[in-house]
């Protein structure tokens, strides 16, 4: 057995659900979950319907790459929504469609990391937990750099040493982040890159937040379009993962793709020939009428908009929380210890909800998802109100 398993940390939700047990939940209340990242908005019909359409395809074997037809959708996609070069992102070069970007942003570090040398792969803290399972099982350490308060809950990467930056081999950026909706500058993605080209090392940057965001005139920035905008068109050391998932309301068809270095590409699906795990085409041909269609997209930005909108009046005034950038959690302070609040809300008024420090590692004392809690506002917007409005009543008993 891969003694390497041994080193995994429990994933946040078992914790979890170690802390709600002996906890009765308040039965006159029906249970809402803010807990998971999980949209529960309704998928795009006629997505739904092309997935009907396409049960046929079912009979042949689809190829590790993805169809043609299903890059160029990728790839005309990344050119419009980041404003690439018409010329810069090849379907044939650059893209591979995935399984969802869980299993890309684990497998993807299987892939790259050099066992032979003492690697470390840098990532952020608060984080998505793949990204430590994958260093650690990849024959590598984790290096964590705190994404907390002190600087807007976005990456100091300047304070991390020449040391560290000499062992790194890859590093994970999140943007806009998970938990904290915090987004990267263009400017700071490109000092990032680089610093890749002086200590050469990759950039894996997990974007799949990046469709839900507040302002219309201004989107998030990805990595493919922060290095295309200082002349690095053939994307070197760069690569971005990206998902329907948050983007479309379509967290079962696990799809989404990674694109970037095409020398990485090609690395990357040699290991994917091996791994075994081609999207079907039923989903393929489901995907490219969702990369096609930008409509359905607004609506559900707008649909966030509203449901943020209502819960921050609601708690705003008895709690310390704010808009984020971009994504769909709230990331506020907790009165008192967060997997505290979190066992006390879930008995009192029956909501779920994660501590923040289950999303974190102590560095140098300081785990910085403590007195934090997530919250996905992914449920309906009568659910989510009815979620505050539940908070603000625990918190004016209890704290206020």
Known sequence: MNTDLNRLHPYPFEKLARLKQGVTANEALAHIALSIGEPRHPPPAFVLQQLAQSLDKITSYPLTRGSAE???????????????????????????????????????????????????????????????????????????????????????????????????????????????????????????????????????????????????????????EAAAEMGNNEFKRCVVFHSLSKRSNLPGLRSGFVAGDAELMRAFLQYRTYHGCAMSMHHQYASISAWDDEQHVLENRNLYRQKFDQVLQILSPCLEVSLPQAGFYLWPKTPISDTEFARQLYGEKNITVLPGQYLSRTVDGINPGEKHIRMALVATPEETTEAAERIKDFLQTHFL
Not at 114 to 142: D, K
Not at 185 to 193: N, R, V
């Open 70 to 224: 299903l890059r160029r959708s990728i790839a005309g996609w990344l050119r419009r929504r980041f404003k690439l070069p018409e010329n810069s992102i090849d379907a044939e070069q650059h893209i591979l469609p995935v399984n969802g970007t869980r299993e890309a942003l684990f497998a993807f570090a299987q892939a790259m990391v050099n066992r032979q040398t003492q690697a470390l792969v840098c990532m952020p803290n608060p984080f998505y937990q793949i990204y430590e399972g994958a260093a650690l099982l990849a024959g590598a350490e984790a290096f964590f750099y705190n994404t907390g308060a002190e600087t807007d809950y976005l990456p100091d990467f300047e304070n991390i040493d020449k040391a560290t930056w000499q062992k790194c081999q890859l590093i994970y950026i999140c943007t806009p982040g998970n938990p904290t909706g915090a987004v990267i500058s263009k400017s700071t993605m490109q000092w990032l890159i680089n610093k890749a080209e002086e200590y050469d090392f990759i950039i894996a940057s997990d974007e799949c937040y990046s469709e839900i965001y507040f302002d219309e005139a201004n989107p998030p920035c990805g990595l493919l």
